[in-house]
């Protein structure tokens, strides 16, 4: 699954990664950091939703 930030529209894709982020390929969104950071607008996971 998926998951769109609720405000600026960055898809997190867990085939993807966050590779700049140090987030591996094949890391699913619930396995992420909870520091971890939207690489565009800098939110938190919580303002993240299943698409």
Request: charged fraction near 30%; include cysteine; proline fraction near 12%.
């Amino acid at each position: 699954m998926k998951y769109r930030c609720k405000i600026c529209g960055h898809i997190y894709d867990p085939e993807t990664g966050d590779p700049d982020s140090g987030i591996a390929p094949g890391t699913s969104f619930e396995d992420i950091p909870d520091d971890w950071k939207c690489p565009i607008c800098f939110v938190t996971k919580k303002d993240y939703e299943p698409i």
